[in-house]
Structures are given as structure tokens and as C-alpha cells.
T-cell receptor, first 111, second 115 residues
Framework: GNSVTQMEGPVTLSEEAFLTINCTYTATGYPSLFWYVQYPGEGLQLLLKATKADDKGSNKGFEATYRKETTSFHLEKGSVQVSDSAVYFCALRPDTDKLIFGTGTRLQVFP | NAGVTQTPKFQVLKTGQSMTLQCAQDMNHEYMSWYRQDPGMGLRLIHYSVGAGITDQGEVPNGYNVSRSTTEDFPLRLLSAAPSQTSVYFC??????????????FGPGTRLTVL
């Protein structure tokens, strides 16, 4: 079946540190992959997406590359800020209509 | 565009009470869905709709009913609230019903507590 596995958090970093949040998936067919972000007290917002193998999604300094050979979509940012503190969700949408989420990874950035 | 709106933002119910969570979108999206978010479990799909008059069950449908009489609205009904339904509920929509590349847009959520 289709599923998403994310690294457990919280991830705690100092400002300007390098961020990686791991995400791997299991899927049939050719899914699209997404990263959503949830800031405290808010709903989910799309951060970036990739719709086919080797695509790189990017937004606000965050990047993730769709790696079909390793079934991964790791989220990276070169220099995090305090304002990046949030919960990050990896998700996949297979050829069907449903969006399948990972459990979320909380990121805490300290000055 | 207001996007996806949800009401109420917060609600406290007693066990056995019923209520309806409202969701509306003004983007003329075909696809709408309801999720619940619980600690350590991510978001789980409750019900979804691929167009007006069409609904289907998701991963955790028990205790919830939905209907889709218009493209814009997709209310979620709790028939007899239970403490296990204490959660944060999110409504989402996307343009097409069969679009793997389509982005889902989320509402701000309803925080429900059942005593």
C-alpha cells in the first residue's frame, strides 16, 4: 500500500544551522510528493512539491528532490531561522485522489 | 478569495451531543476532504468528496457523517460525540478529483474537545 515515513522529532537546531528532515515513501504508480508546514495554531500550508522523479521542489530556502531510486523526498535548508520553527509534514498523492501524510516532524530553532 | 474557511474555531461538547463542523471553499474545487489531527499520528482522512452529491469514506469514518449538496460546502457531522473524537479537524480542497499533482488547500482547523 501507500505510506509515508518521517523522522521523529523534535529536531532542535541553532539559528543558521543546516536542516535535514528525512522522508521516505512506499507507493504504487507515480505519486506526487509534498511538504506541508504547520505554524503554531494554524492550518497546513503547502511548502513545496515535486510531481515526477528527479524533480526538485523549492520555496523559502527549503528544497527537496524526488528520488525514485531511494524512494525519498528529504527536506533541506541551508540556514534555518527562528521563524522556521513549525511542524513539517511529508505527504504523497498517488494516482488516486487521496493525500497520505507522514506523522510530522517538529522543528525548534533557537537564537 | 477567502480560500477554505471553517467554523467554529473551538468547540467543547459533552459526550453524546451532536454537532456539525462547517467547511466552505470559494475556489470552485471539485475535491474536498476532512482530516483529523492527533498527536503522533499525523493527519488521517475521515471522509472525502469528489464532487457535489458524491462522498466516500476515508481511513477513520466511524462516528462521522458528511454530505455535499453544493460544490462550495462540505459539512462534517458528529452524530453522538465521544471523548475519542477530541481532536483538531481540518477541511481541505483541491481543484480536481483525480489530480495527483494538484495542491490541497487547508482551512485553519477546528479544535474540538469532548468531555
Amino acid at each position: 500500500g501507500n505510506s509515508v515515513t518521517q523522522m521523529e522529532g523534535p529536531v532542535t537546531l541553532s539559528e543558521e544551522a543546516f536542516l535535514t528532515i528525512n522522508c521516505t515513501y512506499t507507493a504504487t504508480g507515480y505519486p506526487s510528493l509534498f511538504w506541508y508546514v504547520q505554524y503554531p495554531g494554524e492550518g497546513l500550508q503547502l511548502l513545496l512539491k515535486a510531481t515526477k522523479a528527479d524533480d526538485k521542489g523549492s520555496n523559502k530556502g527549503f528544497e527537496a528532490t524526488y528520488r525514485k531510486e531511494t524512494t525519498s523526498f528529504h527536506l533541506e535548508k541551508g540556514s534555518v531561522q527562528v521563524s522556521d520553527s513549525a511542524v513539517y509534514f511529508c505527504a504523497l498523492r498517488p494516482d488516486t485522489d487521496k493525500l497520505i501524510f507522514g506523522t510530522g516532524t517538529r522543528l525548534q530553532v533557537f537564537p | 478569495n477567502a480560500g477554505v474557511t471553517q467554523t467554529p474555531k473551538f468547540q467543547v461538547l459533552k459526550t453524546g451531543q451532536s454537532m456539525t463542523l462547517q467547511c466552505a471553499q470559494d475556489m470552485n474545487h471539485e475535491y474536498m476532504s476532512w482530516y483529523r489531527q492527533d498527536p503522533g499520528m499525523g493527519l488521517r482522512l475521515i471522509h472525502y468528496s469528489v464532487g457535489a452529491g458524491i462522498t466516500d469514506q476515508g481511513e477513520v469514518p466511524n462516528g462521522y457523517n458528511v454530505s455535499r449538496s453544493t460544490t462550495e460546502d462540505f459539512p462534517l457531522r458528529l452524530l453522538s460525540a465521544a471523548p475519542s473524537q477530541t481532536s483538531v479537524y481540518f477541511c481541505a480542497s483541491s481543484r480536481r478529483s483525480t489530480g495527483a499533482t494538484d495542491t490541497q488547500y487547508f482551512g485553519p482547523g477546528t479544535r474540538l474537545t469532548v468531555l
